[in-house]
């Protein structure tokens, strides 16, 4: 039982190395951009500004500090709880991310669930019937659909559900002009629909080549085989041993597969106009906002190293194996 | 003394690396169009022509026309020509990283090892795509910042493999018996090793090749990295964005069609080409 309290310790501070080197490395490329953050800040005001109000800006910012000073500044700052003030949206960082996030959190939850889903299901069908032709189908899907960009995807979806047949709304997440009091929920879901088959699609595929490789692994294995000669049914072993089996490498995926859900949300909220985190990253870079750009790095981050440090444990679980050798070794020395 | 020869397993055959055959096939075709079109068309293909403005697709354009009378197969093929150099230059940087970085973790230093084991962790813990964001921002913009985001985001993946690879290596016999005869680490990493990591290195570039198109792709669709006016295919998929809605429908298809053609089959070459070195490996 130690070795478990160890091993979850051990991730966990490298959970804090990775997001304290991520911090680092975020702060440098802000430094190095060519963009000047007093002129992003001022944006149309800009002629309105003397060099004495600069200066002035300058020194209230500590932009005339040293980088390493100002890099302590900002991460003190951070760990207190101010995250800045956002030009783009005029409003505190942090309001904007806890907001923009809800609206993300639940197009990203539900394509995730989805994806585990039907991705788990037809990765469970297809292993199981390894070359037949509804294999085939699944195996094409899935590699097309892994050489398909998101975004187009998105676009193609626009074109025949909002453009052609006009049965979705073409952007946002509730209608134009209605207060967020109004909206109700089938309208929210009914915006939600076009981004959220989007954004599974791709996770479809992934889980689905996942799971069939080791379902075909698991068909083959000795407990199979000897459930078959028991006279177990072809449905009785894949939902019994298969199924069961191929359930937690399947989540481990679907944990460690964060990052490119972030990803796809950027994208997929880009082309829906969807007020998500991702379309505030997009704002944050095209207009040099800086405090917003950073803060939304560390909670990306955060975000995608939490699954996949969870990913870690959970491979860990089902397959302890990996972690045999310090086992073993405590095992001779007690 | 009886000498067993063992054979191997599966010996790798064409016949496995079926698809991939005639993937090889299309991308070659569509690589030598690609670069005949780029220069044959020169620029003269570009021009705007405000008489033949969002035409829907003709005989005389094939993929139709955008709302500067430009002919969008001109322009998706000159895209596909900046996708694949970017893609070339990145990929290729990417397997130089993968392997500095391998060698150095897996040089036998610890503390080495765990700062490149850090410097993974990191890239995968932060989405590809803010990543590339952020060093775009950085840089300026400009297809070097493209280049240089798309190739320091690829290389975490074949890092591992290669690093693998090496361990595996450096304890194998002929390996240990060279050592035993005195040759130098330089000697042994020459001839002993670094011979077994080009075909991985081969492989982990083909299998780059396509996630890199992508990601040039995403990240020009988004805005960020090339001016407005080239001809990117992101760049034409995010321009054909503002017209979808007004039913110009082929300026969003066919430039992202032609796309995923290109990236399917260097996926396909990819995947056969391991098939081919690692008889082991089997199908994905």
Known sequence: MRSWKAFVLVRLIRLALVLAGVAVVAFVLVKLSPVDPIDAYLGPDIARVGPEQRALITEKWGLDQPAGVQFVKWLSSMLTGDLGWSVTYNASVADVISERFRSSIVLMGLAWAFSGFIGFSLGIWAGANPGSWSDRIIRLYAYILAATPTFWIAILLLIVFSVGLRWTPVCCAAPIGMLPEDVTLLQRLHHLLLPLIALSILGIAQIALHTRVKMIEIMQSDFVLYARAQGATMLDIVLHHGARNAALPAITVLFASLGELFGGSILAETVFSYPGLGSATIEAGIRGDVPLLLAITLTATLFVSVGNTIADILYHVADPRISSASEAWQGIAE | ?284
């Open chain 2, 1 to 284: 003394m009886t000498v067993v020869v063992e054979k191997p397993p599966q010996t790798p055959s064409l016949d496995r690396a079926n698809p991939a055959l005639v993937a090889t096939g299309i991308a070659v075709l569509l690589l030598a169009a690609v670069l005949l079109a780029a220069w044959l068309l020169g620029s003269s293909g570009l021009a705007s022509d405000f008489q033949a403005r969002l035409q829907p697709p003709s005989w005389q354009h094939l993929f139709g026309t955008d709302m500067f009378g430009r002919d969008v197969l001109a322009r998706t093929i000159k895209g596909l020509a900046l996708s694949l150099r970017v893609g070339f230059l990145a990929a290729g940087i990417s397997v130089v990283i993968a392997t500095c970085l391998a060698i150095v973790s897996a040089s036998g230093s610890r503390l080495a090892d765990s700062l490149v084991s850090l410097f993974i962790d990191m890239t995968m813990g932060l989405p590809h795509l803010v990543l590339l964001i952020l060093i775009s921002f950085a840089l300026g913009g400009g297809t070097t910042a493209v280049v240089i985001a798309v190739a320091v985001t690829h290389w975490p993946r074949l890092t591992r493999i290669l690093r693998a690879e090496i361990l595996q290596l450096r304890n194998a016999e002929y390996v240990i018996v060279s050592r035993n005869f005195g040759k130098s680490r330089w000697f042994i990493a020459r001839h002993h090793i670094l011979p077994h990591l080009v075909p991985q290195m081969i492989v982990g570039f083909v299998l780059l090749f396509p996630h890199a198109i992508l990601h040039e792709a995403g990240l020009t669709f988004l805005g960020f990295g090339l001016e407005p006016g080239e001809p990117a295919i992101g760049i034409l998929l995010s321009e054909s964005m503002r017209y979808l809605l007004a039913g110009k429908w082929w300026l969003g298809l066919f430039p992202g069609l032609l796309l995923v053609v290109a990236v399917l089959c260097f996926d396909i070459i990819g995947n056969g080409l391991r098939v081919l070195t690692d008889p082991k490996a089997g199908r994905p």
